[in-house]
């Protein structure tokens, strides 16, 4: 057996140039491949954050996902109901990244549930305050107001969905005359129609959340912030859906909310933050 070895050095000479030229040409796309991914992922949407929230909470919410958007990249999504709706919506499988409720109770209703057992955050507490449609003399105390002969009809958001319907209930039973108040009372889905229907007529009294009174025009209304002791158990809290697509994101927008960065946004609204709630309750029973 003879070997050419003119030949074989001839196809090693090929054969190496063939491998330097591959490897050349696979370098080049390499790189032209991860430049078009790099552009790809520049031009890619933001991921987007599903966060059921209280209707009583969504305008204060509206400015701290601005904020909170600004300084990440991620596109945040409100979900608007009442606690109760979103809390049996959330045990039935909505897909929400965070949950946002105007008290306590209704999220540790869900917390049992395999889906929602994270950890609760108190991030303010939410105050109840009482609107009128009706002129009433300066120094009117709310429970004067409330049984004002001129009121048809007093809107209460509905007490099994809406925490602030459930405090607006234990406050009238509070009243000397609440059998007669009762007569007068129509429920509301939640404190967005509750005040809804004061400014409409539909109703000239109702019971709303504070923070409402800062968000939106109600210039022409009386009102009546209530102090008997309620804020302590109208704790705003949020937390994780366990089946979060996107737990990590959803973290940050709890830790943001939870920060000294949101007290600012979040006391503009009317609400007071954890570390003042012994203040808070030190008011109790001065209207």
């Known amino acids: 057996m ?3 070895c003119d030949k074989e050095a001839n196809h090693t000479v090929k054969f190496v140039y063939l491998l330097r030229l591959f490897c050349t040409y696979s370098f080049f796309i390499a790189i032209l491949l991860s430049i078009l991914a790099c552009k790809a ?3 890619s949407d933001p991921p987007k954050l599903l966060v059921g929230t209280a209707s009583s909470l969504e305008y204060l919410l509206e400015d701290l996902v601005a904020d ?10 409100l979900v608007i109901g009442s606690s109760g709706s979103l809390a ?5 499988g909505a897909p929400l990244d965070v949950f946002v409720s105007a008290n306590r109770s209704m999220s540790s209703r869900i917390k049992k549930s395999a889906l929602l057992n994270n950890e609760i955050h108190t991030f303010a507490y939410g105050k109840l305050a009482l609107v009128s449609n009706l002129n009433f003399k300066a120094g009117t105390t709310w429970e004067t107001a409330i049984a004002d002969k001129r009121i048809e009809y007093i809107s209460i958001p509905n007490p099994e969905l809406a925490p602030y319907g459930t405090k607006a209930l234990e406050v009238l039973r509070g009243v000397v005359n609440y059998n007669e108040l009762a007569k007068r009372i129509v429920f509301s889905s939640n404190v967005a129609s509750s005040l809804e229907f004061v ?14 009174f800062y968000s939106e025009l109600t210039n022409d209304l009386s ?7 309620t804020q302590a158990e109208l704790e705003q809290t949020i937390l994780i859906n366990n089946l979060s697509s996107y737990p990590a994101l959803a973290q940050s927008f709890v830790d943001y909310v939870m920060s000294d960065a949101s007290s600012k946004i979040i006391e503009s609204f009317g609400y007071t933050k954890e570390t003042n709630k012994s ?9």
């Open 41 to 43: 992922n520049q031009h």
């Open 279 to 287: 203040k808070e309750l030190d008011n109790c029973g001065q209207n």
């Open 223 to 229: 009102i009546w912030e209530i102090k008997k002791c």
């Open 199 to 212: 400014k409409s007529g539909n109703a000239q009294a109702g019971f709303i959340s504070l923070s409402q």
């Open 2 to 4: 003879s070997i050419d």
């Open 68 to 77: 909170f958007e600004s300084e990440n990249d991620v596109e945040v999504i």
């Open 88 to 92: 049996q919506q959330i045990s039935a």
